[in-house]
Nanobody
Framework: QVQLVESGGGNVQAGGSLRLSCAAS????????TGWYRQAPGKQRELVAI????????YYADSVKGRFSISRDNAKNTVYLQMNSLKPEDTAVYYC??????????????WGQGTQVTVSS
């Protein structure tokens, strides 16, 4: 079983930056991918970025390409989401999610509690 804890959210003005962290514990050796999702009030949850632990390949939603960067620190079992050039439409609760061995693609079996990001204009 994997546990995830996000941190790093906060309030920032448009154009600013934040770095979110997702610290994993438990059976971290079973993680195959970690994703960041976000959900704004009244909107559906949206996939933001994914990093695959084997090979380190990444995926980004079109809405954040060129502004956000996902990375990982294997020694710390932590995945980061560097968010630059933030826009008010990036305001949401950000969640990290982990997929472990045997779980189907596009599904995640561990979720963090979420961290609020608020971007003011």
């Amino acid at each position: 079983q994997v546990q995830l804890v996000e941190s790093g959210g906060g309030n920032v003005q448009a154009g600013g930056s934040l770095r979110l962290s997702c610290a994993a514990s438990g059976s971290t050796n079973l993680i195959t991918a970690t994703g960041w999702y976000r959900q704004a009030p009244g909107k559906q949850r949206e996939l933001v970025a994914i990093i695959y632990w084997s090979g380190g390949s990444t995926y980004y939603a079109d809405s954040v390409k060129g502004r956000f960067s996902i990375s990982r620190d294997n020694a710390k079992n932590t995945v980061y989401l560097q968010m630059n050039s933030l826009k008010p439409e990036d305001t949401a609760v950000y969640y990290c999610a982990a997929r472990t061995v045997g779980v189907q693609s596009n599904e995640y079996d561990a979720w963090g509690q979420g961290t609020q990001v608020t971007v003011s204009s």
